[in-house]
């Protein structure tokens, strides 16, 4: 009995462990927690941008969540969101700027608040890629409004 047990138990850690990478793209890379999902819109986006929903939008919650992994260089337009977003970086280094104000660092573990109606941008640092989850309430009121591109000039004043 205990001989089956150990078989059952090895070739269900073979299953797990041991599965082909799936062909679909949609890593990232091992230290990734989601999915890397659909290439970000190059009207919206420099660079590439992969944006994996966790969170749709409905009228129970009223709040949009996702995932956004950002290649080295890559960022967002402007753009401002009606009822603010908030930023949690789950890894990598990257840029936030609110208009008229610095470019700042961020990296894993940093927590950014964009204001209700306030113009901004964020993205990743020219040499390391960025994680982050996005938090969008208050959907009712809208969830975002693109601008111009981020300018090489504004993305290098870090």
């Known amino acids: 009995m205990n001989a089956i047990f150990i078989y059952i138990v090895a070739v269900a850690v073979m299953f797990t462990c041991c599965k082909e990478a799936p062909k679909n793209n949609l890593s990232v890379d091992a230290k990734a927690i989601f999915p890397k999902g659909q290439l970000g819109?190059?009207?919206?986006?420099?660079g590439n941008a992969w944006n994996y929903g966790l969170v749709a939008n409905d009228t129970a919650f009223t709040t949009l969540v996702g995932n956004v992994y950002f290649e080295p260089g890559a960022?967002?337009?402007w753009h401002i969101?009606?009822?603010?977003?908030?930023?949690?970086?789950?890894?990598?280094?990257g840029?936030?700027?609110?208009?008229?104000?610095?470019?700042?660092?961020?990296?894993?573990?940093?927590?950014?608040?964009?204001p209700p109606g306030v113009e901004h941008w964020h993205g990743a640092s020219a040499d390391t890629g960025l994680h982050q989850l996005y938090i969008v309430p208050n959907t009712e009121k809208g969830i975002v409004v693109w601008n111009e591109k981020v300018t090489d000039e504004q993305y290098k004043g870090h």
């Open 95 to 114: 840029y936030h700027q609110i208009r008229g104000q610095p470019v700042e660092s961020i990296r894993k573990g940093s927590v950014v608040k964009c």
């Open 75 to 77: 960022r967002t337009n």
């Open 41 to 46: 819109a190059t009207e919206n986006f420099t």
């Open 81 to 93: 969101h009606p009822a603010g977003q908030i930023l949690v970086i789950t890894d990598g280094v």
